[in-house]
């Protein structure tokens, strides 16, 4: 165990069914893509398709394939890890006229797209319909003169009852607005000869150019009981998201505060900023636009206290400046990935402790044969640096369909270019190849699509454990059916499907009078061994979870027999019950002092082994029929 530093469980692996030393379950697999939305570089888990499409968006034309294969794989009963590839070009519409990259909350959080004002959730085009409203209680009067006037926002005015109204807007040289001081209805002030006064009435106020206006979003706001309490008014405002393509309130969040430290009744934080941040679904909020929330002499966004409002002096909270509502622009869409941008976005789920994973899937493919190979590959890398789940890897499209012309490829052509294909996918039992490409209806694009078959061969393993368990093959009649398939491009024959199986590409065939079905177990190792089937590299992944379960219980236990045994009775209970359900033929346990010598207990270490005879699968069949004279016993022909 000289390769751990800090304290953790490893899991090694003995094939000593070939007599030779190799190497060291809600199913869930990993496919990584571009989509119409949701967050970039980061792992989201998907239960469903309706839930892909609400976070990640229907398919578009340029990432159909993809999307099709996860949607595929979830119609088995699979769970998905899903992550957005960051695609040049892909850009989140954003506020003052510039888009930019920020892939998650986490993103934004680290300072990405913090010099805009606003930026959308969500990179892609469709942040482009978004403006956000935001506004509060409002001016109450709009005063204009004909010369120009001294007052800042924070200042007074005094009108020729001598009552103060609070300056809220320096609008222009000539124009300002004010709160109205209680019920004092403002006067004509000393020495403003042409002037005119006009009721701001809050709910007819327009909200830029979507036709809307703030009584749409929600009740005036007004003062919160946590701002009155410090002597404080008109710190509550609202928060709105429009879609201006339909003109519609997206999102409405009502009665947030201006106060960096308000919060509800029941002592929740209100603070309009970190709350829309926090919980919005369509936008970030930046601390520039609170840097333009002025206040008397006061930074924004402080304190109820940093305010300095008294009983003898209170305070209102300045109005929001109408510029504080605006539009996001310039975000772009990006569905075309490199090669390059795919294999960086599969790295992100090498990490174990990052994400569970079963399985991983390779998605459709790439615009050449070289890109699909490179992300092909980028996908078994992660399986062969995992070790814990299997990678599902299928043929480039230009393998068995022509990409140009009208001219079919012959079967002869399929099968070479197709065993081609994957001849450069390396020894890994890690890693399962098929044959197939199926023609399948993209209802969301009204067209017919081949799409590879990974994302169904992983699915069939999923609903193999579902009506079975891991252990059992998922190929055959009874188990291999693959869905929602029109025809496939390549239909092996026999030859075909042995030329296939002598390089560990698994079959995929459509027998007269059945639908397409999987024909073969196959891993990818290409030396013959346990570990050249699926079923069999299944079970051994699922006893290695087992094992490190309770590997991890034992961690700063003490190392003496009532723990080894603890952990002995543990795991052969879990073995026999494999055995019973005909996962393994026989198994041996071995945790005692004889593996726990002093030397290793006084290394801080703990071992345990485990001998496993697995079930094997059937993949050939001999029936001999044979007929005898009709005078001759039995017993002579066979001997019983």
Not at 241 to 267: A, C, F, H, Q, W
Request: with cysteine; proline share 3%.
């Amino acid at each position: 165990m000289a390769s751990q530093v800090s304290p953790g469980v490893v899991i090694r692996e003995r094939d000593l069914s070939t007599g030779v030393l190799v190497g060291v379950s809600g199913l869930r697999a990993g496919i990584a893509s571009s989509f119409r939305s949701g967050p970039v570089g980061k792992i989201t888990n998907i239960g469903s398709e309706r839930e892909l499409i609400s976070t990640f968006g229907a398919p578009a034309e340029a990432n159909a394939a993809d999307w099709l294969v996860a949607a595929e794989y979830l119609r088995y009963g699979g769970s998905l890890a899903v992550i957005r590839a960051a695609t040049s070009g892909l850009l989140n519409a954003a506020s003052e006229g510039g888009g930019v990259l920020v892939g998650s909350k986490e993103d934004y959080e680290a300072g990405a797209g913090s010099s805009k004002k606003y930026v959308a959730r969500d990179a892609g085009s469709d942040g482009n319909n978004l403006y956000v409203a935001i506004v509060d209680k409002g001016p109450d009067w709009t005063i204009t003169k004909t010369t120009a006037h001294n007052f800042d926002e924070g200042s007074m005015y005094t009108d020729s009852s001598g009552v103060q109204h609070e300056v809220v807007g320096d609008i222009s040289e000539t124009v300002f607005t004010i709160i109205q001081n209680g019920n004092n209805v403002p006067t004509m002030a000393a020495g403003f000869t042409a002037v005119a006064y006009t009721n701001s009435v809050w709910n007819s106020t327009q909200i830029g150019t979507t036709g809307l206006t703030y009584k749409e979003i929600g009740p005036r706001p007004g003062t919160s009981s946590y701002a009155s309490e410090r002597y404080l008014s008109n710190d509550e405002v609202h928060v709105a998201v429009i879609d201006t393509s339909t003109n519609t309130v997206v999102e409405r969040s009502l009665y947030l505060s201006k106060l960096s430290d308000g919060k509800s009744p029941e002592g929740a934080s209100t603070y309009w900023k970190d709350y829309i941040n926090e919980y919005s679904n369509y936008i970030y909020a930046s601390a520039l636009v609170t840097a333009d929330f002025t206040a008397t002499g006061e930074d924004p966004g402080g304190t109820a206290a940093s305010y300095g409002a008294t009983a003898a002096a209170p305070e209102v909270l300045a109005t929001l400046h109408p510029s504080r509502s605006m539009g996001l622009s310039n975000g772009a869409d990006a569905y075309a990935y490199s090669a390059g941008e795919i294999s960086t976005a599969y790295t992100l789920f090498q990490d174990t402790e990052e994400t569970d994973l079963d399985f991983v899937l390779m998605g459709g493919s790439m615009g050449s044969e070289a890109d699909t190979l490179v992300k092909a590959g980028a996908a078994a890398a992660v399986a062969n640096a995992r070790k814990d789940c299997i990678a599902f890897i299928s043929p480039y499209n230009g393998n068995q369909v022509a990409t140009s012309g009208n001219v079919a490829l012959t079967p002869a052509q399929q099968l070479d270019n197709t065993i081609d294909f994957f001849s450069s996918i390396g020894s890994s039992s890690y890693v399962v190849k098929d044959s197939g490409l199926k023609y399948t209806y993209d209802r969301f694009n009204d067209k017919y699509r081949y799409i590879g078959c990974n994302g169904d061969i992983a699915g069939l393993c999923v609903s193999t454990s579902v009506i079975g368990d891991d252990w059992i093959s998922p190929a055959g009649t009874s188990r291999g059916g693959l869905q929602n398939v029109v025809k496939l491009a390549f239909n092996p024959n026999k030859a075909a499907r042995d030329d296939l199986y002598t390089a560990a590409i698994n079959p995929v065939v459509a027998f007269p009078g059945s639908g397409p079905i999987l024909f073969g177990d196959k891993t990818a190792l290409a030396s013959p061994s346990a570990f050249d089937r699926i079923n069999v590299r299944r079970l051994f992944l699922n006893i290695e979870k087992r094992a490190r379960a309770l590997a991890e219980g034992v961690l700063f236990e003490q190392n003496d027999t009532v723990t080894r045994a603890s952990f002995n009775a543990a795991l052969s209970g879990y073995l026999s019950e494999i055995q019973a359900r005909r996962g393994v033929t026989d198994y041996l346990v071995v945790c005692d002092d004889t593996n726990n010598t002093p030397e290793i207990i006084d290394r801080n270490e703990f071992v345990a082994e485990i001998f496993v005879k697995p079930t094997r699968s059937i993949n050939y069949v001999t029936v001999t029929v044979t007929a005898t004279k009709t005078g001759v016993s039995f017993s002579e022909v066979v001997g019983r």
